[in-house]
């Protein structure tokens, strides 16, 4: 059974940093395809950024490109959100989702359609 459990995140000002991490297990796929998802009130939730266990590609929204950078630490199968430069339309609630595929992944704009697995999301506020 896959896990994904989030942790991190929580209150920061605007212009400063937060972290957030997703520690993935359960996988019988040979890839691992994670992804940050967030969902701001009011609104659509939003993919944020995808990261492939079989290239270590990566893909970023534009809303975050620059600013965002996904990481994965192998040894612990997780995989890391660094949030910089926070602004105070970054306050949603994150999540952390993932899809098991056989075979190479490359992180594209469509990898966000049709996610195997949803962990739970947490609320990032960021303040003015």
């Known amino acids: 059974e896959v896990q994904l459990q989030a942790s991190g995140g929580g209150l920061a000002q605007a212009g400063k940093s937060l972290t957030r991490s997703c520690a993935a297990s359960g996988f019988t796929s040979d890839t691992r395809v994670i992804f940050w998802f967030r969902q701001a009130p009011g609104k659509e939730r939003e993919g944020l950024s995808c990261?492939?266990?079989?290239?270590?590609?990566?893909f970023y929204a534009d809303s975050v490109k620059g600013r965002f950078t996904i990481s994965s630490d192998n040894a612990k199968n997780t995989v890391y959100l660094q949030m910089n430069s926070l602004k105070p339309e970054d306050t949603a609630v994150y999540y952390c989702?993932?899809?098991?595929?056989?075979?190479?992944?490359?992180?594209?704009?469509?990898?966000?359609?049709?996610?195997?697995?949803w962990g739970q999301g947490t609320l990032v506020t960021v303040s003015s």
């Open positions: 989702a993932a899809k098991g595929i056989f075979g190479n992944y490359f992180c594209n704009p469509q990898s966000f359609q049709r996610i195997h697995y």
């Open positions: 990261f492939s266990s079989s290239d270590g590609s990566t």
